[in-house]
Structures are given as structure tokens and as C-alpha cells.
């Protein structure tokens, strides 16, 4: 049994995989792309969180909403000025534009906030201890939003009308505007959910690790590792390949080291031998 | 006189150098049960996607009760009421088919995202009268006994009825029915025939589009047969199929 800490540490990395790859599950699942900048997305969110709570003093949950919504705006804008114009030709131009858009981001945030890692300050510090257990507050708190944040999600997508028009909208975009939905305005408010989560994800981790142009390539990585996981197009799925990941990436930190790094990956090929269409997916003809 | 509910202009769609929709007119009036029948191919699918604002670039007018629609959304199209239902599509697979049905209204219905989102006394009495309305819709259409199966399990055939069940539930004054009868049984074609027949002696304006012509001779007064994207005949059964034109697009003119 790993000690109690390294279950901690488990919870609190699968809490940050789960929320960016639910964001870009639920993209994935209503535009039917990949956003291959969601990563950028959250590395700008980074920035933000750094910006606003490190160096104005801004309160640090207010800086988290500002910078959840800004990130969300700069996913919508993306949506309707770069993906959607391309849409009517084929699915391979949007995801391209994406790939692209990496570039721009980091190249972007090298020129104007410097390559140099930049640390972010605890947001609530001190510790708590539960039992026999101390655990810093920091990291309660990252679990606690993160957590509260997928509950809002799946109450947002399964009890709101806007969850049943995205669903609708996942199923056939057209058939869904048969009963008078509108895929535009679907698609914004998909794309600005999935990439706040980017932007909530970005503002709960700033605090525990460092902050440069480079970050968001890792996040996205393990994202689509957990999507493969847990299958392309279900929310829940994406919970389980994070929760998954971040559990076993940390306990094999704890007894292996270096060679974790590795796990994700046997994880995928054992995943994809034995049930192709990933843990929740559905087969696709 | 009354004014026709909808009025098509010359509608011309082409497809690159093919044409699938030739100058089509035709005007329908309140109440109608018209059918449009032709070979593979005809336009009559086209003329759906036109209709339902499915392609938004064509030539031609599209006007429903005296206003132009070409030209609008699909959404803004359904929400003016004309509603399209396909072949056989169920939208929320893994809920009940009364659920399905509700979410219907609840996709039309004037609560926003946020009232619904704090659960609102008036989000909450919708849903109340939501479900009766739901429930009185399955009763004409023959699901009552499947309302709390899930729509994914269901047959074919009643997918087919639940199509229309949640066409109805956006309380459509013209409904575009394509193809209805196509890759059913013999029962569940006939239970498909009585609603259409009961849905146009309800007064609600319904075109469909059918491969089965027994069918549609046997349900419409009026039939619209359409031949390479052209309006080659428009009268009653007994008219059109006797037309020498309709009869050689269906079995080909005899040479020599």
C-alpha cells in the first residue's frame, strides 16, 4: 500500500487530467475535432493566474474566474473566426489550424511573458491535517474546486436544456436543428465550457508547479491519453482515463521513478488490446 | 380565396453542373395531404433540404405563410414550424421514450439555460405539464405501452413513430415527412398509415416524400411527381397515374 500522501498526490494529479480532458472530450464529442491547442489554452491560463495573482495581488478566486472566462472567450473566439469558416471543408483544415495555433501560443507567450519559468505563489497556504494525515491546504482546495467544478459539468450537460442541445447536437448537428437548435451558438457555448475547464485547470496548478510558454504540451498529452482510455466522446470516460492516469503515474513515481513516465503509454496499448473503442466508447462502424 | 400555406418559386439547386431541383413551383394549402413520389434521383430529397433550410444557397423562393423563409437556418425554419422528420432517427438513445419526447418541448420552450439551471417554479411547472403533453402525444401515435422503454431498444418501425411523436411535439403546422414507409414491416406500415391519416384529419399541412407509391396514392389526395429535378405531373391519384409522362419516368419510354 502507497503511503497516504502519495494517494493525495494521486487525487490531485487525476483532478487536473479530468478537467482538461473533459474539456476536450465534450469539444471533441459536439465539432467532432481534436483541439490540439487545448494544452496552449492552458498554458495562457497559466500566464493569467500568474499576471493577475502573483504580480497584481489580485484576490486568487477571482483571478480563477477571470481567467476561466477569458480563457473560454479566447476558445469561442477561436471557434467562430478560425474553426468554423474552415468547417465546410472537412474535418482536416480546423484540426491543422489548431496544430498551428500551438506555435502561435507558445511562440506568443516566449515574446511577451519571456521564457523563464515563473513560480506562483501558494494561494492558500498552511496545512491541514486530517487523522493522522497533514496535507497542505493548497492541495485540498485543488481538489475541492476541481471536484466541484465536474459536478456543475455533469449537471450543466445532463439537466440543463443547454446539455441537451449539445447532446443533441453530438448526436446529428442537423437532425438537432430539425427541433430547433442552434448549432451555432452550440458550438460557442461547447467550446467556451471545455476551454474554461482549461483555464480552471490552469488556474488550480499554477500554484503547485512553475509557469513557462512550454507547459501545456504534458497536460495535453496525458488528456488524450485519458480520452483514449476512457473512450472518444464520453465525458465520463475522460474522468476515468484521468482518474487512471493520475493514480497510477503517481504511485509508480513512488516505486519506480523515472520509468512512470512510460505507464501512461502500456496503459493505452493494454486499453486499445483489449477493448478498442476505449473504456466507455461506443464501437463505430 | 385562402392564401397557401407555402408557396414555392422556381426553386433551381444545382450541384456543380448538376441540376437536382429544376424551376420547381408549387403551392400548398392549409390542411393538405400531398404526396411526392418519383424515381431515385428526382429531387425529392433535395426539395426537403430546401425546404427544412438544410442548403441555404439555391435559387428560388421559398415563402410560408406569405413570409420568405430561403434563406433562414434550419432551427429558425423548425421554430416558424414546419417540422421534417427523417427516416428514423432517435436523438437521446439512452433515455426513455417519453424522455425523449419531453426533451423535445424542452429544446423549443421559452425557459433559458439559467432558469433551468436553478430549477425555477416555472421551469418546474413546464416540466409537469410537459410530461402530461408528452404522454397524450404517445397515445394517438401507438407508443403509449413503450413510453418507458429506452428509445435505443426499440424496433425499427416505432423508432419510426417516435420520430414523429417528437416532430409533433414542436407543434408543427406543416410536417415534412421523408420517406416514412421505407425499410418497415407490414404492420408498422400500417400503423404508420392510420397516424399520418388521423395527423391530416387533424388539419396539420403534411408533404411526404415516398418511395412506396401503393402508399401514397392510397393516403394523399394529392400527388407531385418529379423526374430529373423537374415537375413532370400534379393531381390527384387517379390523374397522375395514368399520366403517359409519369408512366414512362417509372418504366421508361419504348423505343422505336
Known amino acids: 500500500m502507497p503511503p497516504v500522501a502519495v494517494w493525495m498526490d494521486g487525487l490531485l494529479l487525476s483532478s487536473i487530467y479530468i478537467l482538461i480532458a473533459s474539456g476536450l472530450v465534450l469539444v471533441f464529442s459536439i465539432m467532432g475535432i481534436v483541439n490540439f491547442a487545448h494544452g496552449q489554452l492552458y498554458m495562457l491560463g497559466a500566464f493569467l493566474i500568474y499576471y493577475m495573482f502573483a504580480r497584481a495581488g489580485i484576490n486568487y478566486f477571482v483571478s480563477l474566474i477571470i481567467t476561466a472566462v477569458a480563457i473560454g472567450l479566447l476558445g469561442i473566439a477561436i471557434e467562430r473566426g478560425l474553426l468554423r469558416p474552415l468547417a465546410p471543408n472537412g474535418l482536416l483544415p480546423p484540426v491543422v489550424v489548431t496544430l498551428g495555433l500551438i506555435f502561435l501560443f507558445e511562440g506568443i507567450a516566449t515574446l511577451f511573458f519571456g521564457p523563464a519559468k515563473k513560480a506562483v505563489p501558494s494561494a492558500v497556504p498552511g496545512v491541514s491535517s486530517i487523522g493522522a494525515l497533514t496535507v497542505s491546504n493548497e492541495k485540498l482546495v485543488v481538489v475541492a474546486i476541481a471536484v466541484a467544478v465536474m459536478i456543475g459539468l455533469y449537471f450543466l450537460v445532463s439537466h440543463t436544456r443547454m446539455g441537451l442541445a449539445m447532446r443533441a447536437s453530438a448526436q446529428d448537428p442537423y437532425t438537432a436543428s430539425l427541433y430547433g437548435v442552434r448549432r451555432g451558438r452550440t458550438l460557442s457555448q461547447t467550446m467556451f465550457i471545455g476551454c474554461a475547464l482549461a483555464g480552471i485547470a490552469a488556474s488550480l496548478m499554477a500554484p503547485l508547479y512553475f509557469v513557462d510558454p512550454w507547459i501545456g504540451l504534458t497536460p495535453l498529452i496525458m488528456a488524450l491519453l485519458a480520452i483514449v482510455i476512457g473512450g472518444l466522446g464520453s465525458v465520463l470516460g475522460a474522468v476515468v482515463g484521468g482518474a487512471l492516469l493520475g493514480f497510477s503515474g503517481t504511485f509508480l513515481i513512488y516505486y519506480l521513478g523515472p520509468w512512470s513516465e512510460l505507464t501512461a503509454f502500456l496503459i493505452v496499448i493494454a486499453v486499445l488490446l483489449l477493448r478498442p473503442e476505449g473504456i466507455f466508447g461506443r464501437p463505430r462502424a | ?256
Open chain 2, 1 to 256: 380565396m385562402a392564401m397557401p400555406i407555402l408557396e414555392l418559386r422556381k426553386l433551381t439547386k444545382r450541384f456543380g453542373n448538376l441540376i437536382a431541383l429544376r424551376e420547381f413551383d408549387l403551392d400548398i394549402n392549409q390542411g393538405e395531404l400531398i404526396g411526392v413520389i418519383g424515381p431515385n434521383g428526382s429531387g425529392k430529397t433535395t426539395l426537403f433540404n430546401l425546404i427544412s433550410g438544410y442548403y441555404r444557397r439555391f435559387e428560388g423562393e421559398i415563402i410560408y405563410r406569405g413570409k420568405r423563409i430561403s434563406g433562414l437556418r434550419s432551427d429558425q425554419i423548425a421554430r416558424k414550424g414546419i417540422a421534417r422528420v427523417f427516416q428514423s432517427y432517435v436523438l437521446y438513445e439512452d433515455a426513455t421514450v417519453l424522455e425523449n419526447i419531453t426533451r423535445c418541448f424542452y429544446l423549443i420552450c421559452k425557459t433559458n439555460s439559467w432558469q433551468s439551471f436553478f430549477n425555477t417554479s416555472r421551469y418546474c411547472k413546464e416540466e409537469v405539464t410537459q410530461r402530461a403533453e408528452a404522454e397524450e402525444l404517445l397515445q394517438p401515435v401507438g407508443l403509449a405501452e413503450f413510453r418507458d422503454s429506452l428509445a435505443g431498444k426499440l424496433p425499427y418501425g416505432y423508432c419510426r413513430l417516435l420520430a414523429l411523436a417528437m416532430a409533433l411535439a414542436t407543434n408543427p403546422t406543416l410536417l415534412l415527412l421523408d420517406e416514412p414507409m421505407a425499410g418497415i414491416s407490414h404492420e408498422e406500415k400500417g400503423l404508420v398509415i392510420n397516424l399520418i391519416k388521423k395527423l391530416g384529419d387533424q388539419g396539420i399541412t403534411i408533404m411526404l416524400v415516398e418511395h412506396d407509391v401503393k402508399a401514397v396514392v392510397d393516403i394523399c389526395p394529392r400527388l407531385v411527381v418529379l423526374d430529373f429535378g423537374r415537375k413532370i405531373a400534379d393531381g390527384s391519384p387517379e390523374e397522375v397515374t395514368t399520366d403517359r409522362k409519369v408512366i414512362e419516368a417509372y418504366l421508361g419510354v419504348e423505343e422505336g
